[in-house]
């Protein structure tokens, strides 16, 4: 089955860790994306990737770091530097960045 | 900035209705225009794509036009079924210097009552 991966699906961190969220794709996509999603916000794009070893600042990137190795993987960090990490995360990949975006099934994360 | 709005933000139904979710953006200038689905505490589902160049497209029970000169795009659900209730998003694919780069709406609640 083709598709798009994240895990965990629940994630628990203090305050002051850094945590790194997975994402998997094997629909052979060079596009890859990350967005937060908060409720009354709607999503927001956090950062973006065109190309293996490329990647761009979206719109709230303050705080958050990735890596972009391998065309499969596009993992996530979240920083301690991050003001309010709490919300749902979703990645999504397309062929190419104004093609159709398909999205995984997120993770929820938690700093206490 | 391109902004994207949703109407209603909330919507109930009987079951079998013919319904109607808008969605207007604000700058003109897009590659395309896609809506979502998406359930409770899941991710988003792609439900339809219109490329700039075109008026409308179909998937099933599903209807999506998009009149890109004045900023409006409609989802348009036919004979609706208790499983179409869900969270709907429409989200823009930029031009110019935010290419590719996907604008959401903040979604409409829509609750198909048996």
């Known amino acids: 089955d083709g598709g798009i991966t994240q895990s965990p699906k629940y994630l628990f961190r203090k305050e002051g860790q850094n945590v790194t969220l997975s994402c998997e794709q094997n629909?052979?996509?060079?596009?890859m994306y990350w967005y937060r999603q908060d409720p009354g916000q709607g999503l927001r794009l956090i950062y973006y990737?065109?190309?293996?070893?490329?990647?761009q600042k979206g719109d709230i990137a303050e705080g958050y770091s990735v890596s972009r190795e391998k065309k499969e993987s596009f993992p996530l960090t979240v920083t301690s530097a991050q003001k309010n990490p709490t919300a749902f995360y979703l990645c999504?990949?397309?062929?190419?960045?104004?093609?159709?975006?398909?999205f995984g099934p997120g993770t929820r994360l938690t700093v206490t | 900035k391109q902004e994207v709005t949703q109407i209603p933000a909330a919507l109930s139904v009987p079951e079998g209705e013919n319904l109607v979710l808008n969605c207007s953006f604000t700058?003109?200038?897009?590659?395309?225009l896609q809506w979502f689905r998406q359930d409770p505490g899941k991710g988003l589902t792609s439900l339809l794509l219109?490329?700039?160049?075109?008026r409308e497209q179909t998937s099933g029970r599903l209807n999506a036009s998009l009149d890109k000169s004045s900023g409006r795009s409609t989802l348009y659900i036919a004979a609706s079924q208790p499983g179409d209730s869900a969270t709907y998003l429409c989200?823009?694919?930029?031009?110019?210097?935010?290419?590719?780069?996907?604008?959401f709406g903040q979604g409409t609640i829509l609750t198909v009552h048996p």
């Open positions: 999504a990949s397309s062929i190419g960045p104004p093609d159709e975006q398909y």
């Open positions: 629909l052979n996509h060079d596009a």
């Open positions: 990737s065109q190309i293996v070893n490329d990647f």
């Open positions: 700058d003109s200038a897009i590659y395309n």
């Open positions: 219109i490329q700039s160049s075109q």
């Open positions: 989200a823009v694919h930029a031009g110019g210097t935010s290419y590719g780069k996907l604008t």
